[in-house]
Nanobody, 123 residues
Framework: QVQLVESGGGLVQAGGSLRLSCAASGSSLSIIVMGWYRQAPGKQRDMVALITDGGRTKYTDSVKGRFTISRDNAKNTVYLQMNALKLEDTAVYYC?????????????????WGQGTQVTVSS
């Protein structure tokens, strides 16, 4: 079982920036896909950004051009740089680590989750 520790959430004004980090440990298998998901109150958990161990990236449409996902494979760490934040980006952000790679192709959830970090964007 992969353990994930997230950091970097907080309160920021609209238009500001935040950087989330997530460090993975305890996996005996290669983590093929790492990603960030978010869940706003009363809503389902949705994919924000994914990155493969080869560096391929995928974003949900609403964050394209504003968010950048990156990964340090040597450290098993994934980052999410969030710029030009909007009120609608407010949510709990969860890190995910998938050793199967299925999360790249499916809307189902695979792998392990972090505890979540709150991102609040104020006006």
């Amino acid at each position: 079982q992969v353990q994930l520790v997230e950091s970097g959430g907080g309160l920021v004004q609209a238009g500001g920036s935040l950087r989330l980090s997530c460090a993975a440990s305890g996996s005996s298998l290669s983590i093929i896909v790492m990603g960030w998901y978010r869940q706003a109150p009363g809503k389902q958990r949705d994919m924000v950004a994914l990155i493969t161990d080869g560096g391929r990236t995928k974003y949900t449409d609403s964050v394209k051009g504003r968010f950048t996902i990156s990964r340090d494979n040597a450290k098993n760490t994934v980052y999410l740089q969030m710029n030009a934040l909007k009120l609608e980006d407010t949510a709990v952000y969860y890190c995910n680590a998938d050793t199967t790679g299925n999360s790249w192709y499916s809307q189902r959830f695979f792998g392990s989750w972090g505890q979540g970090t709150q991102v609040t964007v104020s006006s």
